[in-house]
């Protein structure tokens, strides 16, 4: 059964920094591509960055580029997401995503609250 499990979310002020980690399980997870997702209140999906299997490439949401960095530890079938200077529109539950099969997975997600 494929799982990832999504943590590090909290409330933190503007200008802060969070660390996003989701835990793979159930799949041969250096196999994959990884993503971050979120969901603002009231709004739809937005994909926020990629990683592919060995890490060597990154790609990133122009909202996000410069202030967040995705990467990955295949040892530990984990996969990270460092968040600085954060602002108020950062505020939403991050979801870590990946697709097998033709069919798109992800965890339980995250709360991820900017306000002073």
């Known amino acids: 059964e494929v799982q990832l499990v999504e943590s590090g979310g909290g409330l933190v002020q503007p200008g802060g920094s969070l660390r996003l980690s989701c835990t793979a399980s159930?799949?041969?997870?250096?196999?994959?591509?990884m993503r971050w997702v979120r969901q603002a209140p009231g709004k739809g999906l937005e994909w926020v960055s990629s990683i592919t299997r060995a890490g060597g490439s990154t790609t990133y949401a122009d909202s996000v580029k410069g202030r967040f960095t995705i990467s990955r530890d295949n040892a530990k079938n984990t996969l990270y997401l460092q968040m600085n200077s954060l602002k108020p529109d950062d505020t939403a539950v991050y979801y870590c995503?990946?697709?097998?099969?033709?069919?798109?997975?992800r965890g339980q997600g995250t709360q991820v609250t900017v306000s002073s």
């Open positions: 995503t990946t697709r097998i099969l033709l069919r798109d997975y």
């Open positions: 159930g799949f041969t997870f250096d196999s994959n591509t």
